[in-house]
């Protein structure tokens, strides 16, 4: 059980472009999703906090307006990479907190995002 | 300023071979902490969770050890595997609640060789 998957697992696109990567709670209802980035060599760095139904939290440093965060229902949450740059390139992690647990968090399998 | 440090930051070993990792910290107030096996080019999968109360937690070839006094853990590998090579990483929760900080480790990245 607490599967968490990410759509897609891998995205090459242009420069200017738009991207979205779909995070999906399969089997439980997560009341916050949370999205990160890593860079190679590095670990997670927390994006953003979502909770179903209300606006994201952003963290200091991240444009909101770059990356768009929509936590449309207890099962599903979208992060568009609005306008990418290859400086965007990264591996792009989401996580799920199941409804009801303050301390856990299960992980999404990331998504390899790669603007040429 | 809530921060958590591991070491070492590589680590290379002869498969059947044990190993420690470490982790210090300094999270306040301290809720629980974590440790996560990540596969490349694949998200954390949790490996322990450990309170403030708890001292030793073992999953299967896996144990790790607190102590809140000097904030310090360890994740000890017994008899390693090929498929232990990974990134492993600690994660420390801050906060009343866990719904405070998160603080993410900077990882060990752990070979393990024939």
């Known amino acids: 059980g607490a599967v968490v998957s990410q759509h897609p697992s891998r995205v090459i696109c242009k420069s200017g472009t738009s991207v979205k990567i779909e995070c999906r709670s399969l089997?439980?209802?997560?009341?916050?999703m949370f999205w990160y980035r890593q860079f190679p060599k590095q670990s997670l760095m927390l994006m953003a906090t979502?909770?179903?139904?209300?606006?994201?939290?952003?963290e200091q440093g991240v444009e909101k307006d770059k990356f768009l965060i929509n936590h449309a229902s207890l099962t599903l949450s979208t992060l568009t990479v609005t306008s990418a740059h290859p400086e965007d390139s990264s591996f792009y992690i989401c996580?799920?907190?199941?409804?009801?647990?303050?301390?856990?968090?299960?992980f999404g399998p990331g998504t390899r995002l790669t603007v040429l | 300023k809530n921060q958590v440090e591991q070491s070492p930051q590589s680590l290379i070993i002869l498969e059947g071979k044990n190993c420690t990792l470490q982790?210090?910290?300094?999270?306040?107030?301290?809720?629980?902490l974590r440790w996560y096996k990540q596969d490349t080019g694949r998200g954390p999968v949790s490996l322990t969770i450990?309170?403030?109360?708890?001292n030793t937690k073992s999953n299967g070839r896996y144990t790790a050890t607190l102590d809140a006094d000097t904030k310090q853990s360890s994740l000890h590998i017994t008899a390693s595997q090929l498929s232990d090579s990974a990134s492993y990483i600690c994660?420390?929760?801050?906060?009343?609640?866990?719904?405070?900080?998160?603080?993410f480790g900077p990882g060990t990245s752990l070979s393990v060789i024939p």
């Open positions: 089997d439980f209802q997560a009341t916050t």
């Open positions: 982790c210090n910290y300094t999270v306040s107030p301290f809720s629980n």
């Open positions: 994660v420390v929760s801050a906060g009343k609640t866990s719904y405070d900080k998160v603080i």
């Open positions: 450990m309170t403030f109360s708890e």
């Open positions: 996580s799920a907190r199941p409804r009801g647990h303050t301390d856990t968090q299960y």
């Open positions: 979502s909770n179903e139904g209300s606006k994201a939290t952003y």
